[in-house]
């Protein structure tokens, strides 16, 4: 059987969880990619073959012009559609492309969310091109927050005060992203949680979900994210009804959510599984093959009623973060260990040696710090001693 994997850069979710996934359910890989040199350590039974994955009509006839397609599959955020567009018109198993371009498109969500009556975010769209003062003219509630619409990974995601920040700021993301469409939104209090969930487009199963912490506004950087195995039912409840509204259904998800007094509000939808390392973590604390089942269900396969999924685990993921801009004199290496049952894994994000501006987002990541077991109380303290013996050194 062979499956297509649309992909951009490579990342720890495609080298680390699904190519072995694959290969363990005996799977051939096409990878469609606009980046092939990238890709060039790929295991046994996957090929590269260029493509530009972002038009969706490339993909079908790049597809359509080599091996029969048993499933089309992407873990990008940028590539949910493209991928969903493809599988549809070769007749597999996917995920409906309308419910994955509202999850990308966050005017689109906000919409969608407010015309099913379960949420209304006071909001402003400028389109690519379009002159900023238009924000300053808008009925916002202030602070907003304003964000690229289809952006990923808190770039450019910025709390803007007053409208001539507002306005400033949209000037600025426009220097930088000249094509991207602009959504100013009212700032949703509360705390950040996740959810992560899995269906086949017939049951969904939550697996969980992380209590977030991000670092201090304007801007909105995760820089630490703690299990939580058993989110509150209530909430629980809200999230689903409004991914149902949204038509999320096939594969993983990874919402992000606030709740105030008991109201869960969504930040964002990323149709596919958590990254950044806190997918192998959630594999490793539920010991499932989370990867496989994922892939099983982009297959048709069901999945099963009981995933089997431990409840008893306690897990962290954090980051070390850059605090200015200069080179990297000094950093741990890669680290694998156990401390009082407690399994412990570092790795680094940036060598040594490199020398990179402060961007004030994910970016800034100079390595990610994965720490399971089942004491909550022994997963921070390995934690918190690794990072309090370990240095992290930039030199202007």
Sequence with gaps: MRMYLLALNPTDSVTEG?????ARLGLDVTILTDQPSAHRDVPAHTEVLECDVHDFRAVINRIATHHRADAVFT???????????????????GKDWRAALRAKNKGEMRR???????DAVRSMELAAGQDPSAFAAADLPYPVVLKPREGVASEDVILAADPEELVARAKEIQARRPHAALLAEEFLTGELYTLETLGDGRVRHVLG???????????????????VAAPPEPVVAQVTAQLD???VGLGACHTEYVVHEGRARLIEVNYRVIGDQCDLLLAQ???IELFELILRAHLGEPLPADLGARHDGAGRVEYALADRAGTLTA????????VDGVR?????????????????????????????????????????????AERWEITP
């Design 285 to 287: 604390i539920l010991d």
């Design 112 to 118: 969608h969310l407010a015309a099913a009556g379960l």
């Design 331 to 338: 950093a741990p290496a890669a680290t694998d260990r156990t």
């Design 18 to 22: 699904f190519l072995p996934a694959a």
């Design 209 to 227: 979900g992380f209590h977030t912490a991000v670092s201090a506004p304007p801007v909105f950087i995760e820089e630490r994210l703690d299990f």
């Design 245 to 247: 509204a949204l038509g």
């Design 75 to 93: 873990n990008s955020d940028h590539l949910q559609t493209q991928a969903a567009l493809a599988a549809d018109y070769f007749g597999l198993p």
């Design 344 to 388: 412990l894994a570092y790795r680094p994000l940036r060598a040594v040696g490199e020398r990179h501006p402060h961007y004030g987002t994910n970016r800034d990541y100079l390595g990610v710090l994965r720490v399971t077991g089942t004491d909550r109380g022994a997963v921070d303290r390995v934690a918190d001693d690794f990072v309090a």
